[in-house]
């Protein structure tokens, strides 16, 4: 009968002992095998489930009928609820915390409308919120009073928020908030402090995706702070004691555009802390879903078990007295999700939470946080789940928890290489492989808002680079030898974390490119994908202004789109199934880059003509798109062409480039890789470029405090003992210090910015930029609409490169392969009148300037054509009012070589022959040009050395060195002797404008000799002079006078030289405009300082000796003249007719209309930059002088 039964119920059938003799002999084999998952093989079905559901021996009675889900659920209800009667209770009780309820339940803790002081706005239900007012506070709908309390805050923004607790008695203002009053207290990550009244440091700083838990304590009467999990300190203790329903409510106040993800207990906490409540009670429901999910990890170990040992199960089967896991697994896991599924569907309040904790952690250990992964232990869950009707609401939750969970993950070294982000990305790309999530995915009206957590990371602070690099090793430092290997050994671990992070950010992408939405019409790949694009362009439209507008996107999303389309933009799109998406007409396959495609380059039109809404106020070189639309329409068709060039074409072989029709066979519905290029550009110019920006910012940081700890380091071998020596020491902590910080920020932006794909993908795109600027450059309309961030992205990129660390190719392969293209552009273009932008301009210029002080770069401008034909004139063009300062500065780096005495310390004496010839010609060729310039120079000049002595004079008069002012001053000063520099070339390559003609220019330029000459020794306190000049880390050798006095010394020594091979009677008289001067004390006082000054600490070798003897000769001669006026001035008498300026000619002309009388040259001279009189301030029509003479204005 029994026999019989276990025939009929083939499931009850267990493992028998076998009685065969040869089995006997393998029975210890079998045995050892099946007493996996606690030897559930040996047992009967009974006794395998109550291992699953973790009940005691015996506790299932003999099935007698087919067991299905029903079975199991019946079990469930039954047996299990019945053992595990804690899941039948309801959570204690709470006591210590008030809540309102709504009268539906479970009470849910909000936000408290009438506390609400400012505005807030709930971004993302349940309680993402965003201040948009100057300062919004708000409280909770909870207190407590008693116990141990918490709720977390998930930073979307890491600006101003104070986070904390308050009571109903705290007011809130729109200048005060939490912690601004007695009992409240708050933490500001911003600024570091904790805030009660009073401001006090505490904490770290805090970073976007950060979760601060907010703890209180009323057993210890503390408060205290947790950042990630790690825990800031008690921040308060001895908080006030509350008497019930008047206790501390969860309170924030936020700055303008701050959002912050609240989070009381509604969802798990992601950093829970022991002992710590939340405010808001889980749901009844939590504990049941834990513990059968639980179960169904139990039955899937069971699988795995099995299946690890197939061969052996496979001689039990044989038996047909064993019953297969594979048999058992589809009812008792379909039995456990349905009663999963009722208990939800009985408490549709508990879905969410149920969702972001138990489900989350279950399907990750499933998954494994760790390769392999187990995709097939997934699969099976996945299947299960899909098929009840509840699952995409579950789902939904589970897709939001990941994206939240993608955000909020940090980097741990213990954990690389699958750290961060990357476990639950991994998880994410794997459910998405199946149609039916993305459809899931897709529908949700958050699918941006997902997508933008997927592709987020947390950027580490400084403690968080402490924990990542815990070795730090600099070249030169004194740290321990070993530092170096472990630092090596902890950036490559790191850097892999990176890659495989950045790898399912390309998966996840690729995944959204090819999912084709189930709508009509049928859309073609790549539309979702161009669709979220378009978004996030329109939402970060102000993401690079001082004050970024509300809603714009973590810069971490930025610059993971950014490096995901330059990977595929790079190094293609073969192995990820996007074959469909093409070039404009390019060929080749899409196992080459698009950026590394050689032959025809074409780039569609339509990307910079049309004026889609994501790109509205996207400014064009030419203006708004509005101003060129109504004043430069163009004639082509912007719906249906491209421009096409050759790669690698010269400026004039770009003339041959030609607009053609598009290829019919490309929909403008398509998304094309031009059109990936196009956002990638936008995507590196609002989060890339600040990132390079605050990287060279830490390198060159670096470097001054390594200048500053190797010179305390000399400083203290100087000095054996006393008060200096411990000073020292302290200060060289400090810097010590410094460096280190340094060196690990600098490390960071090296795994995450400099990869070396990443630097080859950034040189291809600036090549092919340049290129496609050069050949828009021919179109004079079109180029007018190119977008300004074109333009800004490719200086910026190319400067990166240039300056990347380690270097991404030698300087030589730079310049020949990537720098030909791009000088022409820049020297063709900085003046173009085109580019309505001036800072734009200035950009252009400033490259110019920082290219050229490197030998093997100005080289390269050399030996390009445009350079040497259009840049001198444009150049001397560039110098006004707004652009003389880059323009001074290339000036001064092309004309070195030619001046008076450089230094011995920190110039180069590199030249460039060829730009100072061209430079000359230009000068000669055009006279007018020539002379505006001059006038410019001499004006700019007068005016940066009044600038300066005003400022040191200032600081006098408050016997103290402001730090602004003195780096004021210095800056100045620089500028002052460059200005110096260049009019020095002027007077030794030009000198017959000033030796000839008329003595205008001659006298101006005296005027400036004596007037800085003036300015330089009329200082009170000399040693207060040279510290004005000194900028931080400076020695004083470097900034003296002599940076200045030299380039006087030069042009007085160019003038006399000339003097002496020009025919005396047609030349100017240099001694007697020298003497002319009405200030003969401060002349002669000037000299005897030039002659005395300490120009061998100056000059390198004696090659200046003889200058130097012939410029005293000079200065004897010019002291005997001046004494001789001076005597014969005061044996004579006033002269009513002399001119009132000047006092040394006679007044022989008049302005008209207003009849005011002058010297011919003083009113020649005012009237190149003024046509008004300067006694009465009328417009002058024309000068007449008084040999009836006639100058029209």
């Known amino acids: ?52 559901f973790d009940l005691p021996s015996k506790t299932i009675n003999l099935l007698t009928s087919q067991v299905d889900a029903n079975v199991i659920c019946s079990i469930i209800k039954n047996e299990y609820l019945m053992h595990h009667r804690i899941l039948q209770n309801i959570d204690p009780c709470r006591e210590g915390v008030s809540a309102v309820a709504d009268g539906s339940g479970p009470y849910t803790v909000k936000i408290e409308e009438s506390s609400v002081c400012g505005e807030f706005q709930v971004i993302k239900p349940p309680l993402l919120v965003e201040s948009h007012a100057v300062f919004s506070s708000v409280r909770a709908s909870a207190c407590v009073w008693k116990g141990k309390w918490m709720y977390e805050v998930a930073l979307e923004t890491a600006g101003l928020q104070q986070l904390g607790w308050a009571t109903i008695s705290c007011p809130f203002t729109e200048h005060t908030g939490v912690g601004d009053a007695d009992d409240s207290y708050a933490f500001d990550g911003k600024r570091v402090i904790k ?97 059968l999910l ?119 070294l213990r954990e690389c290489p699958y750290s961060g982000s990357y476990p639950y990305l991994a998880l994410v790309c794997h459910m998405l492989r199946r149609e039916v999530l993305m459809v899931v995915w897709w529908k949700m009206s958050d699918f941006e808002f997902l997508f933008e957590g997927f592709l987020s990371q947390i950027s580490p602070n400084k403690q968080d680079l402490q924990y990542m690099i815990p070795a730090v090793w600099w070249p ?28 399912k950010h390309r998966d996840l992408c690729c995944l959204v490119m090819q999912f084709i939405p189930p709508v009509t019409p049928p859309q073609l790949p790549g539309s979702i994908f161009r669709t979220f694009l378009q978004n996030i362009i329109l939402r970060n439209r102000g993401a690079d202004r001082n004050i970024p507008p509300p809603g714009v996107s973590s810069n971490s999303v930025l610059v993971s789109l950014f490096t995901v389309i330059l990977h595929f933009l790079s190094e293609g799109f073969a192995t990820r199934g996007c074959g469909w998406m093409m070039g404009s007409g390019t060929s080749g396959g899409t196992n080459i880059g698009f950026l590394h495609r050689g032959g025809q380059q074409s780039f569609p039109l339509p990307l910079i003509l049309k004026n889609d809404p994501h790109r509205v106020e996207i400014p064009r070189l030419g203006g708004s798109y509005s101003h060129l639309a109504n004043f430069h329409p163009v004639n082509v068709d912007p719906e249906a062409e491209v421009v096409r060039w050759e790669e690698g074409c010269t400026d004039d072989e770009v003339q041959q480039m030609r607009v053609v029709a598009l290829e019919s066979s490309l929909s403008s519905s398509t998304l094309v890789e031009e059109e990936l290029l196009d956002a990638m550009l936008l995507l590196y110019h609002l989060g890339l470029a600040p990132n390079f920006k605050q990287a060279s910012a830490y390198m060159s940081h670096q470097s001054h405090s390594m200048s500053q700890l190797e010179e305390t380091d000399r400083q203290m071998r100087d000095r054996s003992s006393g008060e200096q020596l411990r000073r020292l020491k302290e200060a060289r902590g400090v810097y010590r210090e410094e460096v280190i910080d340094c060196v690990r920020h600098c490390a960071w932006y090296r795994i995450t910015l400099f990869a070396r794909w990443k630097q080859r993908g950034m040189y291809a795109a600036c090549i092919w930029i340049v290129q496609l600027l050069l050949a828009l450059s021919k179109m004079d309309l079109v180029f007018c609409y190119i977008p300004e961030f074109y333009l800004e992205t490719l200086v910026d990129c190319f400067h990166v490169l240039r300056k990347s660390d380690p270097p991404f190719v030698p300087a030589g392969m730079f310049i020949k392969q990537g720098l030909a293209s791009f000088v022409t552009f820049v020297v063709t273009h900085f003046g173009d009148p085109r580019i309505s932008s001036a800072e734009l301009r200035d950009l252009l210029l400033q490259s110019i300037s920082v290219l050229v002080q490197y030998k093997e770069f100005l080289a390269a401008f050399e030996s390009n054509q445009a350079a040497t034909r259009s840049l001198p004139t444009a150049l001397l063009s560039a110098f006004d009012n707004r652009s003389w300062i880059p323009v001074t500065n290339i000036l001064i780096r092309l004309c070195k070589g030619c001046g008076f005495g450089f230094l011995k310390h920190g110039e180069s004496s590199s030249t460039s022959s060829v ?131 030299a380039p006087l010394v030069g042009i007085i020594l160019n003038l006399l030289d000339a003097s002496v091979v020009t025919d005396s009677r047609e030349q100017n008289d240099i001694v007697g405009i020298f003497t002319s001067m009405d200030c003969s ?113």
């Open 294 to 412: 639980h179960c169904f990890s139990k039955l899937l170990n069971m699988w795995r078990g099995e299946r690890t040992s197939h061969n052996c199960m496979e001689k039990l089967r044989r038996l047909k007295r064993y019953l297969p896991v594979e048999e058992l697994y589809s009812p008792v896991s379909r039995g456990i999700c349905m009663e999963l599924f009722s208990a939800l569907d009985a408490n549709a309040e508990s879905v969410e939470y149920i969702c972001w904790g138990p489900l989350l952690s279950f399907l990750m250990d499933v998954f494994r946080d760790q390769a392999p992964h187990d995709y097939e232990s997934l699969d099976r869950v996945l299947d299960i789940l899909l098929d009840f009707p509840g699952s995409n609401l579950m789902f939904e939750h589970l897709l939001f928890a990941l994206s939240y969970r993608c955000k909020t993950a940090c980097i741990v």
């Open 1 to 52: 009968m029994a026999e019989d039964s276990q025939r009929i119920n083939r499931l009850a059938s267990g493992l028998a002992v076998i009685l065969d003799g040869e089995d006997r002999k393998e029975s210890s084999q079998r045995n050892r095998l099946i007493s996996y998952s606690d030897d559930f093989g040996e047992q009967s079905l009974e006794r395998t489930l109550e291992y699953v």
């Open 195 to 291: 805030w009660n009244l009073n401001a006090e440091p505490y904490g770290q700083s805090w970073v976007i995706g950060d979760v601060i838990g907010c703890c209180i304590d009323f057993e210890s009467d503390e408060i205290s702070y947790y950042r990630n999990g790690v825990s800031l300190g008690v921040a308060f203790n001895g908080i006030r004691k509350m008497v019930p329903g008047l206790g501390y409510y969860p309170a924030i106040s936020l700055s303008q555009g701050e959002r912050c993800d609240l989070n009381f207990g509604g969802r798990p906490f992601r950093y829970p802390v022991q002992g710590f409540q939340p405010i808001q009670a889980p749901p009844s429901t939590n504990q049941l879903a834990i513990h």
């Open 1081 to 1193: 004390d401060t002349l002669i006082s000037g000299f005897q300082y030039l002659l005395k000054f300490n120009w061998a600490a100056t000059f390198k070798g004696d090659v200046h000796l003889t200058k130097l003897r012939q410029l005293e000769d000079f200065s004897s001669h010019l002291i005997s003249r001046t004494v001789k006026r001076v005597s014969y001035e005061g044996e004579t008498e006033s002269n009513d007719d002399m001119c009132c300026i000047c006092y040394t000619s006679e007044a022989d002309a008049k302005f008209l209309p207003c009849t005011h009388v002058s010297c011919f040259g003083c009113i020649n001279r005012h009237l190149i930059n003024c046509e008004r009189c300067f006694f009465c301030n009328a417009t002058v029509l024309e000068v007449i002088q008084n040999d009836a003479k006639t100058c029209e204005i």
């Open 476 to 503: 030169g430092s004194c740290e321990d030898i070993s530092y170096e290997n472990s630092m090596m050994l902890t950036t490559r671990t790191l850097s892999e974390a990176i890659d495989k992070i950045e790898e």
């Open 915 to 1045: 730009f100072q010839k061209l430079l000359r010609e230009a000068c000669l060729n055009d006279e007018e040009l020539f002379s505006a310039f001059l006038n410019r120079l001499f004006n700019t000049l007068s005016w940066a050395m009044t600038e300066f002595s005003v400022s040191i004079r200032e600081m006098q008069e408050k016997c103290q060195m402001i730090e602004f002012q003195q780096r004021k001053c210095s800056v100045i000063f620089d500028l002052s002797s460059n200005l110096a520099r260049v009019l020095e070339f002027c007077t030794c390559e030009i000198p017959q404008a000033f030796l000839s003609g008329a003595d205008t220019n001659l006298r101006r330029l005296v005027e400036l000799v004596v007037f800085v000459l003036n300015h330089l020794t009329s200082v009170a306190d000399p040693e207060f002079f040279e510290l004005t000049l000194r900028r931080p880390g400076q020695t004083p050798e470097k900034v003296n006078r002599g940076m200045i006095l």
